[in-house]
């Protein structure tokens, strides 16, 4: 019944039993009863001749991570001020499966705004925000994401085989920053760096979207770096001791 909600994007907003039915290689009586099921607890809302769209229970449940989700709670205020000290883009992203989501954005200006909109899905291979939470993923979800994405992977520069890919995460890793130029949209650089959860597993990636102009004055490079890994570990630290603080 969950996959029903992956027929969704934004190419993609409206659905109906038809679509469900193929989706799921099953009878039009299990899509409709799915779809009422959904549709009961508000996840998806009728339009008419049987489309549906997504429901009011999603905006509420939005309005629940803004509030409470710790990964948001904790890094909006290192956002900010990162935003104020360097004049600097600042993004927020999480992930699941093979993709990259931006979760929130501290924006300077209306350029390029419309390229990192909060919820839109992103590659897992392309950019700094993503390569730099993939260098970080346990081996096991590299092994799998190479099996299954080795054409992506080739694409991104990230390596030829196995070998070479890993050899390019172990960098990243050493490094604790990814900088990519141009590789989401044309004039930007991004600089990133990971934030892990109190286990020390990877949750998301914290990233400055520069000007290419500004980063390739060379003057700030070393400095820019410095501050997006020390801003990530301060929201690293955040989790921790919220998760500290709940357990007390």
């Known amino acids: 019944m969950l996959a029903i909600l992956g027929l969704f994007s934004d ?40 489309e549906l769209v997504l429901g009011p229970k999603v905006i509420e449940l939005e309005r629940l991570i803004r509030r409470n989700d710790p990964l948001l709670t904790t890094a909006r205020p290192v956002m900010e001020s990162l935003n104020a000290r360097l004049g600097a883009n600042v993004m927020l992203c999480s992930y699941y499966g093979n993709q990259v989501l931006l979760a929130d954005a501290i924006w300077c200006t209306t350029e390029n705004r419309h390229d990192y909109e909060r919820g839109r899905p992103m590659s897992m291979f392309l950019g700094a925000m993503a390569k730099v939470i993939l260098a970080n993923v346990s081996p096991y979800q590299r092994r799998s994401l190479m099996l299954n994405h080795q054409g992506e992977i080739k694409k991104a520069g990230l390596g030829d085989d196995w070998a070479e890919f890993n050899a390019n995460m172990h960098r990243i890793r050493k490094e604790r920053v990814c900088v990519t130029r ?33 980063w390739e004055l060379g003057h700030e490079q070393d400095s820019l770096r410095d501050a997006v890994i020390n801003a990530a570990s301060n929201v690293t630290d955040a989790l921790s001791d919220l998760r500290r603080s709940k357990l007390e």
């Open 11 to 50: 190419a993609k907003v409206e659905i109906n039993p038809e679509e469900v039915a193929g989706l799921l290689k099953c009878s039009r009586a299990t899509a409709y009863r799915y779809l009422k099921a959904l549709s009961d607890a508000g996840v998806l809302a009728a339009v008419g001749s049987g």
């Open 182 to 214: 141009a590789e989401v949209v044309s004039n930007l650089v991004g600089v990133a760096a990971p934030v892990f959860a109190p286990d020390r597993r990877v949750v998301g990636s914290l990233t400055l979207a520069l000007p290419t102009e500004r």
